[in-house]
């Protein structure tokens, strides 16, 4: 093999060897984002009749977690209007919310975060039947 094959050949490899050594995330993985949300609690009445509006409520106190697999990047709770807001690095997050009270249950939503906010709404089961 001549030496400008050679040097080539080894060029293209420590390319590759660089690209698989940006880690977990992707393109973005370097980068930090947000993710902003509501958690709302649903249903809220125990009958819901035609003609009366029984929308979601929100959630205050909500325990909120950013996973990375099994990982927790990010945690907070909500406010007193269900919102809440997490600053994480790039990458592909499951976001869970649970509500708090006697009933649990919790509500999940993927999302990938860039450079570009991301804003979900997750309701959660109120256990009223």
């Not at 509501?38 to 509006?53: F, I, K, S, Y």
Request: hydrophobic share 40%; aromatic share 4%.
């Amino acid at each position: 093999m001549s030496e400008v094959k050679r040097f080539l050949v080894m060029l293209l490899a420590a390319a590759l060897w660089l690209c698989g050594c940006a880690g977990p995330g992707g393109p973005d993985a370097g980068h930090t984002g947000v993710v902003t949300g509501v958690v709302l609690t649903a249903p809220v009445c125990p009958v819901e009749r035609v003609g009366q509006e029984c929308p979601p409520r929100p959630v205050s106190g909500a325990a909120v977690v950013a996973l990375d697999g099994e990982a927790v990047r990010g945690s907070t709770r909500t406010d007193g209007t269900g919102a809440f807001h997490l600053t994480l690095p790039g990458g592909r997050y499951v976001i869970k919310a649970s509500n708090i009270g006697g009933y649990h249950s919790t509500a999940t939503q993927t999302v990938f975060i860039s450079e570009t906010p991301v804003h979900v709404t997750l309701v959660v089961d109120s256990g009223i039947r």
